[in-house]
Every structure is written in structure tokens, then in C-alpha cells.
């Protein structure tokens, strides 16, 4: 197809040569259509073939690349915003307990600040058993209560004091 000049130059030779002995002159001898062999008419369309089928991989590859990256930014999102909630979260549980030692003073006076959060955790513990009891599946919870209330009170007070 792209010696289509060549081929017309040759051509005008060489049936130039053969019809100056009749007398006739070709001026130019135009190639329209040129039709090659089936073999190399496979040949061109596999070739064509083969680079639509490799343009297609590299793009299937590109896509799978920006969904796993959209999907790992997704997920950096997705711990982002639970870490905020988390922090908030704490933050609303801070709130909570500093407004509840407030009104504790106000409404029961003559308590001291460990004696209020003595009383607060103990709260919160038997919170905790509650949500345990009646959320679990299992029917036995084992719990080491001894030395009485006194005792389990003590062990929360250390247990957040030196954590």
C-alpha cells in the first residue's frame, strides 16, 4: 500500500516497452486497488489485531490499578473518620463523667472527689455486667469480687490510675 508510486513507475516501464512496438505511448499508469495475498492479509489483521488486544490489557491494567487505589483510599478514609469518631467519642464520655462528679457535689454533699468516682466506676461496672449478661451467648461469667464492693471499687481506681 505504501509503494503504490513504485509499483505505478514500474508498471508504466514496463508496459511502456512492450506497446512502443505497436506504436502506443502510456502516460501514466494509475494503481487503485491494490489487493495482496490472503496470507498477507492475515498477517496485517493479526498484526492489527494484536495491538487492539495489548492496548486493551494496558488499559484493563490501568483500571485495576485505579480501583485498588481508590479502594486503599477509601479504606485510609474510612480508619480517618473511626479515629475521629473514637476521639469524639471519648471526648463525649470525658463530658459525661465530669458532668455527673458536678452534680454529684452539688446534690450530695460532704463526698469527696474519690468517693464520687469510686461510686461512678462502680456504676459503670455493673453497666458492663449488664451489657455482658445480656449480650453474650455464653451462660457463665466468672468475676473475682474479693473483699466485697469496697474491694472491686479500689481495683477499678487502680487499674485506670496507672493505665
Known amino acids: 500500500f ?11 516501464e ?18 487503485t486497488n491494490v489487493v495482496p495475498a490472503g496470507t498477507v492479509m492475515d498477517a496485517i489483521n493479526k498484526i492489527q489485531t494484536y495491538k487492539r488486544l495489548k492496548s486493551a490489557a494496558v488499559d484493563e491494567a490501568e ?10 483510599e477509601a479504606d485510609a478514609e474510612s480508619k480517618r473518620l473511626s479515629g475521629v469518631g473514637l476521639a469524639e467519642q471519648r471526648k463525649a464520655i470525658v463530658a459525661g463523667l465530669q458532668s455527673s ?12 472527689n474519690e468517693e464520687i468516682m469510686s461510686l461512678l ?3 459503670q461496672y455493673f453497666d458492663t455486667l449488664k451489657d455482658v449478661a445480656t449480650g453474650s451467648t455464653s451462660s ?11 474491694a472491686v471499687a479500689q481495683q477499678m481506681m487502680t487499674g485506670i490510675i496507672r493505665h
Not at 63 to 72: N, Q
Request: glycine content about 8%.
Open 101 to 112: 462528679m458536678e452534680e454529684f457535689q452539688s446534690g450530695v454533699p460532704g463526698l469527696s
Open 140 to 150: 457463665t461469667l466468672f468475676l473475682s469480687h474479693a473483699g466485697g464492693l469496697d
Open 14 to 31: 514496463e508496459v511502456d516497452a512492450q506497446m512502443a512496438a505497436y506504436g502506443y505511448e502510456i502516460p501514466t499508469a494509475l494503481i
Open 121 to 123: 466506676l462502680l456504676n
Open 2 to 12: 505504501q509503494e503504490r508510486a513504485t509499483l505505478s513507475a514500474q508498471l508504466k
Open 63 to 72: 483500571a485495576a490499578k485505579v480501583r485498588v487505589v481508590k479502594a486503599a
